[in-house]
């Protein structure tokens, strides 16, 4: 079955950097778009990156030029590099896929798009 596990989150102070990782199992990793999300104390869950099976990406304007995602199909894993962390960017990250049909070279940061969830991996930034 597909399964996703987020790991690698850990207390960083501001400014700092963090990297993220994805690992898939169950499915063919190459084949499927991937996003992170993350979602604050109060907050709704917020799409912020995400990486189409061709490898294009897309961010959201809050992490643009900050946060980099990329993936390494042999791998099965996909990564999001976190520079110049604030403080806003406090939250539970998680990864996410598609359930088929997929369009290659497209990935969107809508929630409702994903259908296949890992459990999160706890990002702090002290303030």
């Known amino acids: 079955q597909v399964q996703l596990v987020e790991s690698g989150g850990e207390l960083v102070q501001p400014g700092g950097s963090l990297r993220l990782s994805c690992a898939a199992s169950?499915?063919?990793?190459?084949?499927?778009?991937i996003a992170w999300f993350r979602q604050a104390p109060g907050k709704e869950r917020e799409g912020i990156a995400c990486i189409s099976n061709t490898g294009g990406t897309y961010y959201a304007d809050s992490v643009k030029d900050r946060f980099t995602i990329s993936r390494d199909n042999a791998k099965k894993s996909v990564y999001l590099q976190m520079n110049v962390v604030k403080p806003d960017d406090a939250a539970i990250y998680f990864c996410?896929?598609?359930?088929?049909?997929?369009?290659?070279?497209?990935?969107?940061?809508?929630?409702?798009?994903?259908?296949?969830w890992g459990q999160g991996t706890q990002v702090t930034v002290p303030s």
């Open positions: 169950g499915f063919t990793l190459g084949y499927y778009p």
């Open positions: 996410a896929t598609i359930r088929p049909p997929i369009r290659p070279g497209e990935c969107q940061l809508s929630p409702d798009s994903y259908a296949f």
